[in-house]
């Protein structure tokens, strides 16, 4: 079975500095992976998603995130954060088959401060 | 306009009654899903549902019935609530691998 590990449940960074959250999956396959963010009270927004080609996927709000079948790591990343992207973040991977859903990691909550 | 919509937003229960949590997609999905989100947890996938039918069930409990009257609904039945059944309860959709989520539903068993 796939699973997927954050391995920094909390991550605190200055506005303007730059960003990487950390994910590995484990799955025998070709995955397929997303980022999701979570801003404080809501439902969870799709950032960027990864089909098998390009290994660097762009998503929305500056975000990128990179895949390596060699490290078994989708890390994602922005280059100078914001203020609004206090929130936590997601690492999710799929078999491909959409029937069966996404399994998911438990998260990095970012800080930011000024 | 949101375009998962689910209700209600906050849900208090009290031990062994049932509720109905309800969940409408307007992006056009065939594809509809339900996802418990509960404290120190993985967000966590329950069922999936494809064309009003039943396409996976990662629920070990038959208290969690999907319910799906339209193409677009995908309500959740849960009967004799537990205090552990505490939880935000999220509703999905997709048309390709893409899953859209809903703004859920806080449930609190009392």
């Known amino acids: 079975a796939q699973s997927v590990t954050q391995p920094d449940a909390r991550v605190t960074v200055s506005e303007g500095a730059s960003l990487q959250l950390r994910c590995k999956y484990s799955y025998f396959g070709t995955p397929y992976l997303f980022w999701y963010v979570q801003y404080p009270r809501q439902g969870l927004q799709l950032l960027l998603k990864y089909y098998p080609g390009d290994p660097v996927v762009q998503g929305v709000n500056g975000f990128e995130a990179e895949f390596s079948k060699s490290n078994s790591s989708f890390h994602l990343r922005k280059a100078s954060v914001h203020w609004s992207d206090w929130a936590v973040y997601f690492c999710a991977v799929s078999m491909g088959n959409y029937a069966q859903g996404l399994t998911f990691g438990l998260g990095t909550r970012v800080s930011v401060f000024p | 306009d949101p375009k998962i919509i689910q209700k209600p937003k906050y849900l208090v229960a009290v031990t062994g009654s049932e509720k109905i949590l309800i969940c409408e997609q307007y992006l056009g999905h065939n594809a509809m899903y339900w996802y418990r989100q509960s404290a120190k947890k993985p967000l966590e996938f329950m069922f999936s549902y494809s064309y009003q039918k039943l396409m996976d069930n990662q629920t070990a409990s038959s208290r969690f019935q999907p319910q799906s009257s339209k193409k677009n609904h995908l309500d959740l039945q849960i009967t004799a609530l537990k205090p552990d059944d505490s939880a935000t309860y999220f509703c999905?959709?997709?048309?390709?691998?893409?899953?859209?989520f809903g703004p859920g539903t806080r449930l609190l068993v009392l």
């Open positions: 999905a959709s997709s048309q390709e691998r893409g899953i859209y």
